[in-house]
């Protein structure tokens, strides 16, 4: 090839052609590939009927009672596409019954704070009796049947976590929107707000702050 054809303008635009091809073969528009985000999950729902303690002590004992007063929730908690279940309840003695029931006694509050061994943060007694054994039963759900399947499903129960009233509604974690569990707690001219939620591989807790009345 002569140096009057290379510096042609054709010559050349074939080379910026071969040249563009070589490159977008080697580093593909990630962008063209990047896949929606997925939509928000439904708002939660009561189950109906509502759940009694006869499912509670099928799922985790004899030791667990609903907590009365407290809502009843049903909602896509881990982003799965299929609802789980979302109690209040008082367990006199959890880390004696989670072997037998198949479910895993977490404690996202202490965790939080930087205590994360449930088998020491479970003996911890809180100054007030009548918040004593307070806990929440997730119980993630499994086929079509969701968390009322008789398979084997994730359950999980959530201890030293105070609140008068929960909620469920959605968050926003690093850009996925997901149902997480609002705890308010009430005393003292004060009020406390805080949720848990679901980060792919166990509970977080998150505080909200307080505001005072």
Known sequence: MSLSQSNSPRFVSVALVA?????????????????????????AQSPVPAVTNDYVHKEFGDNCALLPGIGQFVGDLDGDGIDDLVLAARCKNPMADQGEYGFRVLDPYDTYFGYGNVKVTSGFVTEQPERKGIVLLIVHGV??????????????????????AVSVKRVV????????????????????SSVVFWDGKKYRYESLGSTME
């Open 19 to 43: 040249l563009t091809m070589t490159i977008a073969a080697a580093f593909p528009v990630f962008a063209a590939d990047k896949k929606p985000a997925p939509p928000p999950p439904a708002h």
């Open 173 to 192: 974690l690093k850009k996925r929107t997901l149902l997480g569990i609002y705890m308010e707690e009430e005393g003292e001219g004060e009020q406390m």
């Open 143 to 164: 086929g079509p049947e969701a968390w009322r399947s008789d398979k084997e499903k994730p359950k999980f129960l959530l201890i030293n976590l105070s609140f008068t």
